[in-house]
């Protein structure tokens, strides 16, 4: 939706606000949204490329707009990144996504692990570890079912802070995954010298696989390259059975996507089958 009122700020899919006033009165809103709730949190699975059953989920952020509805992440992360809001915003989404995760694990057989998106901005804050500890802490979820999705703009200062970071995850039991792989300045080296096991494979990437001689090789470079590297690989955005089963010929591990799952509610993850899609 795009509309204008004297009260509110302009409104355009995907790229946040549109002039500086609105980015004021964007973050006024951010601000009584962090103070009243209105945010709430998705979860997506992640499916085993062979099976089809659910592997873990991925924390999506929603605000739930009084009267926008539920408004998607692109349309306000970027803004509460430039305002510093992500930090807050953040570590509610951590906290929040490890409470829910530990009490569906709890009250169900199967034990999901769940991902949860952190801005750079937050992974490389001082207090980030202490953060964590914290969520997990309060929520009583074990260490080994949280993940950490970071993109490659992390290293943007640098490598270092952001292995050593990586290394203290690691010994506690969390892993941290490469997000939207190949979209950012993506180097090999950095590949080689993080300690993480999971690459997720962007969209943009999977669906020009199929019609894309380029793209294909790639795609199939990085699933090879990752493996001899013990890691696992991820790719988002499957929503066709061609591209599930052109995925699955290439050896990927793992699946996301409309195809098996959009993002929902905890009350209708609960209710998912085990394995995806249904048909
Ligand atoms: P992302 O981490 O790459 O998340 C995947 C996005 O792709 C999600 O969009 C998801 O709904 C969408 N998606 C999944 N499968 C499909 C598919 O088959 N087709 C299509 N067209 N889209 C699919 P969403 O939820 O709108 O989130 C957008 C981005 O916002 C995320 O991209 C992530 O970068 C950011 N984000 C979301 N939640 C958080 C959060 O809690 N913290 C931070 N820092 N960023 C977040
Ligand atoms: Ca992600
Ligand atoms: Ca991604
Ligand atoms: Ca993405």
Same mark, same amino acid.
């Given at each position: 939706? *795009?509309? *204008?009122?004297?009260?509110?700020?302009?409104?355009?899919?995907?790229?946040?606000?549109?002039?500086?006033?609105?980015?004021?009165?964007?973050? /006024?809103?951010?601000?009584?949204?962090?103070?009243?709730?209105?945010?709430?949190?998705?979860?997506?699975? @992640?499916?085993? =490329?062979?099976?089809?059953?659910?592997?873990?989920?991925?924390?999506?952020?929603?605000? /739930?707009?009084?009267?926008?509805?539920?408004?998607?992440?692109?349309?306000? !992360?970027? @803004?509460?990144?430039?305002?510093?809001?992500?930090?807050?915003?953040?570590?509610?989404?951590?906290?929040?996504?490890?409470?829910?995760?530990? +009490?569906?694990?709890?009250?169900?057989?199967?034990?999901?692990?769940? =991902?949860?998106?952190?801005?750079?901005?937050?992974?490389? +804050?001082?207090?980030? @570890?202490?953060?964590?500890?914290?969520?997990?802490?309060?929520?009583?979820?074990?260490?080994?079912?949280?993940?950490?999705?970071?993109?490659?703009?992390?290293?943007?200062?640098?490598?270092?802070?952001?292995?050593? %970071?990586?290394?203290? %995850?690691?010994?506690?039991?969390?892993?941290? =995954?490469? $997000? &939207?792989?190949?979209?950012?300045?993506?180097?090999?080296?950095?590949?080689?010298?993080?300690?993480?096991?999971?690459?997720?494979? $962007?969209?943009?990437?999977?669906?020009?696989?199929?019609? $894309?001689?380029?793209?294909?090789? !790639?795609?199939?470079?990085?699933?090879?390259?990752?493996?001899?590297?013990?890691?696992?690989?991820?790719?988002?955005?499957?929503?066709?059975?061609?591209?599930?089963? &052109?995925?699955?010929?290439?050896?990927? &591990?793992?699946?996301?996507?409309? +195809?098996?799952?959009?993002?929902?509610?905890?009350?209708?993850?609960? =209710?998912?089958? $085990? +394995?995806?899609?249904?048909?």
């Amino acid at each position: 939706a *795009k509309r *204008k009122g004297r009260n509110t700020w302009q409104w355009y899919r995907g790229g946040g606000a549109k002039s500086t006033r609105d980015s004021v009165l964007l973050r /006024n809103e951010l601000q009584k949204a962090l103070e009243t709730n209105q945010f709430t949190v998705y979860y997506q699975p @992640l499916v085993d =490329a062979v099976s089809g059953k659910i592997r873990s989920v991925e924390a999506l952020v929603r605000w /739930n707009h009084p009267e926008r509805g539920m408004v998607s992440p692109g349309d306000f !992360i970027p @803004l509460a990144e430039s305002t510093g809001q992500i930090i807050p915003l953040g570590q509610w989404v951590l906290k929040h996504a490890c409470q829910e995760i530990a +009490r569906l694990n709890e009250n169900s057989e199967r034990m999901l692990p769940v =991902a949860v998106n952190i801005s750079s901005l937050q992974f490389l +804050r001082e207090d980030f @570890l202490a953060n964590v500890d914290k969520a997990l802490e309060e929520s009583g979820l074990p260490p080994q079912f949280l993940e950490l999705e970071v993109t490659e703009s992390v290293l943007l200062d640098g490598a270092e802070p952001v292995i050593a %970071l990586m290394q203290s %995850l690691n010994k506690r039991g969390i892993h941290v =995954a490469i $997000d &939207d792989f190949g979209t950012g300045f993506s180097s090999l080296s950095y590949l080689r010298d993080l300690p993480t096991h999971k690459v997720k494979l $962007d969209r943009s990437f999977i669906n020009k696989t199929l019609t $894309d001689r380029r793209t294909a090789a !790639i795609v199939q470079g990085v699933i090879t390259m990752a493996h001899h590297m013990d890691m696992v690989v991820v790719a988002e955005g499957i929503e066709t059975v061609e591209e599930q089963n &052109d995925l699955v010929r290439r050896n990927c &591990d793992l699946l996301q996507g409309y +195809r098996f799952s959009k993002p929902v509610p905890l009350e209708v993850l609960k =209710a998912l089958p $085990d +394995r995806l899609p249904v048909e």
